[in-house]
Nanobody
Framework: QVQLVESGGGLVQAGGSLRLSCAAS????????MGWYRQAPGKQRELVAT???????YYVDSVKGRFTISRDNAKNTVYLQMNSLKPEDTAVYYC????????????WGQGTQVTVSS
């Protein structure tokens, strides 16, 4: 089973930046379908950015031009660089990998809290 550990969250002022990290370990790992999700209080978890199974990148409209997903193959780590943060980006951020059958490769972890103050 794949284990995923998120880190890098924190409190930042609007306009600031954070870089989140997701370290993967365990079974043979692929970045296809690997992505970042977030869940704000009272809202459903949403996909923020992902490596698609076709090898391209996807970003939700609200973060396009501000967030960048990247990876380090040697470290089995996925990053989310978040710039020009807005208060509406406040959420718990999670990483996970969606398989071709729609299931997630790992149970959801604790995530990392991102709080953006105005």
């Amino acid at each position: 089973q794949v284990q995923l550990v998120e880190s890098g969250g924190g409190l930042v002022q609007a306009g600031g930046s954070l870089r989140l990290s997701c370290a993967a370990s365990g079974s043979i790992f692929s970045f296809n379908g690997m992505g970042w999700y977030r869940q704000a209080p009272g809202k459903q978890r949403e996909l923020v950015a992902t490596f698609t199974n076709g090898g391209s990148l996807y970003y939700v409209d609200s973060v396009k031009g501000r967030f960048t997903i990247s990876r380090d193959n040697a470290k089995n780590t996925v990053y989310l660089q978040m710039n020009s943060l807005k208060p509406e980006d406040t959420a718990v951020y999670y990483c996970n990998r969606r398989l071709s059958d729609g299931t997630m490769v790992s149970p959801w972890g604790q995530g990392t809290q991102v709080t953006v103050s105005s």
